[in-house]
T-cell receptor, first 114, second 109 residues
Framework: GAGVSQSPSNKVTEKGKDVELRCDPISGHTALYWYRQSLGQGLEFLIYFQGNSAPDKSGLPSDRFSAERTGGSVSTLTIQRTQQEDSAVYLC????????????FGSGTQLSVL | RKEVEQDPGPFNVPEGATVAFNCTYSNSASQSFFWYRQDCRKEPKLLMSVYSSGNEDGRFTAQLNRASQYISLLIRDSKLSDSATYLCVVPPTGNQFYFGTGTSLTVIP
């Protein structure tokens, strides 16, 4: 596609429910990142995928968070048993090759946990 | 020390003013740097790459000072449309980019 696509754009859920967020990176981009941004805060790194290599999960805040990237393209971020502190904008970004390349962001998913 | 530090501002400047932001980084091995712009409730978008020799794009100039480990962004002849948060980005030593918390700029008519 022309840009990084994320869905849904908004998600409201109840505490304790599971949610799935989707990211479709720019075609041909092998690197994919997930970030989280709380209101008025900076970007918090969550996870990084590069090609078929094992992902860097060092930024995931708890074991309730997991992510997959199928076929080196679309990625899904799953949050289990959501908590109110999970409320944030979840941003996906992709880059052409690997680290050091500029990032292109999707418009994000606004997650609200009630 | 944080990997990347920025003055959060806010910077409130009149139209036509020149404004500059600095961003310090801790990893002396970092090679390439970026400035991103983020509008309210929008995703960050690449504004400029920062090269060792400096980089100019219209009213925007980015500079790198390796000795003091900071990068700067200069905006000349500020426009109302320049109002945004400006994020400096330092590439990773591992796999994660380091984003500053951003500097808020408001250009006042």
């Amino acid at each position: 596609g022309a840009g990084v696509s994320q869905s849904p754009s908004n998600k409201v859920t109840e505490k304790g429910k599971d949610v799935e967020l989707r990211c479709d990176p720019i075609s041909g981009h092998t690197a994919l990142y997930w970030y989280r941004q709380s209101l008025g805060q900076g970007l918090e790194f969550l996870i990084y995928f590069q090609g078929n290599s094992a992902p860097d999960k060092s930024g995931l805040p708890s074991d309730r968070f997991s992510a997959e990237r199928t076929g080196g393209s679309v990625s899904t971020l799953t949050i289990q048993r959501t908590q109110q502190e999970d409320s944030a904008v979840y941003l996906c970004a992709s880059s052409l090759k690997s680290v050091g390349e500029k990032l292109f962001f999707g418009s994000g998913t606004q997650l609200s946990v009630l | 020390r944080k990997e990347v530090e920025q003055d959060p501002g806010p910077f409130n400047v009149p139209e036509g003013a020149t404004v500059a932001f600095n961003c310090t980084y801790s990893n002396s091995a970092s090679q390439s740097f970026f400035w991103y712009r983020q509008d309210c409730r929008k995703e960050p978008k690449l504004l400029m790459s920062v090269y060792s020799s400096g980089n100019e794009d219209g009213r925007f100039t980015a500079q790198l000072n390796r000795a003091s480990q900071y990068i700067s962004l200069l905006i000349r002849d500020s426009k109302l449309s320049d109002s945004a948060t400006y994020l400096c980005v330092v590439p990773p030593t591992g796999n994660q980019f380091y984003f500053g918390t951003g500097t808020s700029l408001t250009v006042i008519p």
